[in-house]
């Protein structure tokens, strides 16, 4: 959890609990998550979907989100599964919950939110856009498109220049706050 002081005009009363909570199967999306945080301020964490629970999630005005684009769309346990008995594939980290169950394990609440995913170029569907839809059900007014980063290949690395742009991205989210 983080605690930022934003100026007196904020609709929040001054003081804004933010965080970023990432699914992240080949590294790609943890990085994109701490370079988000890193831009929203030095106190901003970013925590796995296994972290981003109870006390550390309690009370929180800004939720930003993200996870990989996986088929088409957020990615499914079955998916994941898939992917994992998969012997040409490269492991991915699965040790984690899916972005989905960790959404609908989410607490209603009142705040903001944000969305974002890693994904090839050319690739239809968005895991952000499906992250947004269940942010707003949870009670976090979340604008309906995320913001999309770039992975080379299929597994990574992202592409050039993707995480400065993220600091970037977080750097905006922390000033809209205001």
């Not at 974002?116 to 309906?144: C, H, K, Q, V």
């Not at 995480?163 to 977080?170: F, Q, S």
Request: hydrophobic content about 40%.
């Amino acid at each position: 959890m983080v605690v930022r002081n934003v100026p007196g005009s904020s609709s929040f009363g001054g003081t804004v609990k933010a965080v970023v909570v990432y699914e992240s199967l080949w590294g790609n999306t943890a990085a994109i998550a701490h370079a988000i945080a890193e831009g929203l301020g030095p106190d901003t964490k970013a925590l796995s979907t296994a972290e981003a629970i109870g006390e550390e999630i309690k009370g929180v005005d800004l939720f930003v989100a993200g996870a990989p684009l996986l088929g088409f769309s957020l990615p499914t346990e079955g998916m994941r599964k898939s992917i994992d008995s998969n012997p040409r594939e490269k492991k991915p980290t699965l040790s984690v919950p899916t972005m989905r169950s960790w959404l609908a394990d989410l607490p209603k609440g009142t705040g903001r939110g944000a969305s974002f995913e890693t994904r090839i170029w050319w690739s239809p569907g968005s895991a952000a856009n499906a992250i947004a839809r269940m942010l707003n059900d949870a009670g976090y007014s979340t604008p309906p498109k995320g913001e999309k980063f770039l992975v080379t290949g299929r597994y990574g690395p992202l592409k050039v220049g993707e995480i400065e742009r993220a600091k970037e991205w977080g750097a905006m989210l922390g000033r809209s706050l205001g």
